[in-house]
Structure formats: C-alpha cells, structure tokens
C-alpha cells in the first residue's frame, strides 16, 4: 500500500507559479512511475504530466507542455510539479498518483494509488 500526501497547492494570479509535492511512503517509491491528474468541477479527471520510475522519461499533456515541469527525488520519497504561467483554465484540484504499470500512463485507471489532493485556483 502506498499512502500519497500532496501539498503546495494554493491562490496564485495569472501568469504566476506554484510548485506541487507529492511525499510517498513507500519505500520502494523509486520503482513506481508517478502520475499528476487534475480534475475540474463538473469535468472528468485528466492527466496533466508522468514521469517513468528511473525518472529518465517525462510526459506531458498538451494543455501544459512548455509551462508545467514534473521531477522527482527518489532519495526524498517525492514527486514535484512545477508549474509555470499559470491560466485560470488550470484551476482545478491536482491529484498526483503511482502505479507500476508499464504502459497507458496517461489514463486514471492505469494509476493505483492516489493522493486526496491539492486545489490550484488561479484568479485572472
């Protein structure tokens, strides 16, 4: 079982920067690609970013390539999203999730632990 707390979430205006951490339990975290979703009201969960578990392999949606940077620090546990020139179109709540399928990476389904999230609002 892999228990996933985020944090760093908050009010940013547009154009501005939050960075998102996703702290795992497991202590074979490095073993497990990690996911950040992100849900809207009244909109179905979509992915935003994954990162392979050697870290080598990052992908992004569409919506936030160029903006929003995914890492992460095995030796810490942690996932990190950092997000840049921030739109109110991303304001949702982010969710970041592990699995250790090897495939699909961009489906909620493939993911089998997650977090309980962190809101994102960004005022224009």
């Known amino acids: 079982q892999v228990h996933l707390v985020e944090s760093g979430g908050g009010l940013v205006q547009a154009g501005g920067s939050l960075r998102l951490s996703c702290a795992a339990s497991?202590?074979?975290?490095?073993?497990?690609?990690m996911g950040w979703f992100r849900q809207a009201p009244g909109k179905e969960r979509e992915f935003v970013a994954t990162i392979r578990w050697s870290g080598g392999s990052t992908y992004y949606a569409d919506s936030v390539k160029g903006r929003f940077t995914i890492s992460r620090d095995n030796a810490k546990n942690t996932v990190y999203l950092q997000m840049n020139s921030l739109k109110p179109e991303d304001t949702a709540v982010y969710y970041c999730?592990?699995?250790?399928?090897?495939?699909?990476?961009?489906?909620?389904?493939?993911?089998?632990?997650w977090g309980q999230g962190t809101q994102v609002t960004v005022s224009s």
């Open positions: 999730a592990a699995t250790r399928r090897d495939s699909n990476w961009y489906s909620p389904n493939t993911y089998d632990y």
């Open positions: 497991e202590r074979t975290f490095s073993s497990y690609t």
